[in-house]
């Protein structure tokens, strides 16, 4: 039987590693690549690195203690890339299939689209063509607009047409590999996933879905493998306070009997 997947997100806003709410507000948390060498060797599953910076502007501000300060954001995928032992989903200002193949000759195993995909939905059905429908993750941001979960692009500003169960039907029909499903609403909130929306897509589609957003205790993690068909499991925010926190989320899950990876004591 397939693992479930136990996944770190990490948010990059013009060269700064941020923790995000709401699709909205960031608090700065220091070096990105000092936290994928963390989460790696804390036995992460995959990591998705998501580059939610509106402008080309790259700068950490810091060139003390031996801190590089990459200039492009290919630049910082080269950089994690060398920092990393677990397979990377990329994402952010991907616009065209040159785009894709750049990340993954830097070492990316997958690219997470967006914006793209809405503006042109055969995108989709190019991208996974060209480059294989495991390597294709299409990130589905969701709101709650008057009791109805209303699809939004460009980084949470944009309304799209599609309700949420159209649009995920859509994506895995031209190819999609696997969504990354985001609540605007739980962003950064702590309180747990939105177990319904997290129903309403997994129960729908035949691909793999990844829950994200409002993880604020393992027990969420517990709640979402336990009551929706997600393959997996993702959060940002939480792991950055939390010394070893994958191992020890890990091994909530796996005392619990959930059928993920046995923890790697070895690397702890």
């Known amino acids: 039987m397939k693992k479930k997947r136990l996944i770190p997100v990490l948010l990059l806003k013009n060269g700064c590693l941020v923790k995000s709410k709401g699709f909205s507000r960031y608090q700065n948390l220091g070096n990105l690549s000092t936290a994928v060498k963390r989460l790696s060797e804390w036995d992460s599953d995959e990591l998705i690195f998501l580059d939610i910076s509106t402008d080309d502007v790259y700068d950490i501000r810091r060139d003390d203690q031996g801190y590089t300060n990459p200039q492009s954001f290919l630049e910082i995928i080269d950089d994690v890339a060398k920092v990393t032992f677990m397979p990377v989903t990329i994402g952010g200002k991907i616009r065209s299939l040159v785009d894709i193949e750049k990340r993954l000759v830097l070492g990316a195993d997958k690219v997470s689209i967006n914006s793209i995909a809405v503006v042109d939905k055969t995108f ?58 985001n609540s605007i609403d739980r962003d950064g909130m702590g309180n747990g996933y939105d177990m319904a929306l997290l129903k309403l897509v997994s129960e729908n589609v035949n691909i793999p879905v990844i829950a994200c957003g409002g993880v604020g205790d393992w027990r969420h ?48």
Do not use: M
């Open 124 to 181: 989709i059905k190019q991208a996974a063509q060209e480059f294989g429908s495991q390597c294709i993750v299409v990130s589905i941001d969701v709101k709650n607009v008057d009791g109805k979960y209303t699809i939004f692009s460009d980084g949470g500003e944009t309304p799209v047409q599609y309700n949420v169960i159209e649009w995920s039907t859509i994506v895995e029909d031209l190819g999609a590999g696997e969504i990354l499903l």
């Open 221 to 268: 993690f517990e709640e979402a493998l336990e009551g929706t068909a997600v393959d997996a499991v993702a959060a940002a925010n939480i792991f950055h306070f939390v010394d070893q926190s994958v191992f020890l989320a890990k091994k909530y899950l796996y005392d619990k009997g959930f059928n993920v990876r046995n923890p790697d004591l070895i690397n702890i």
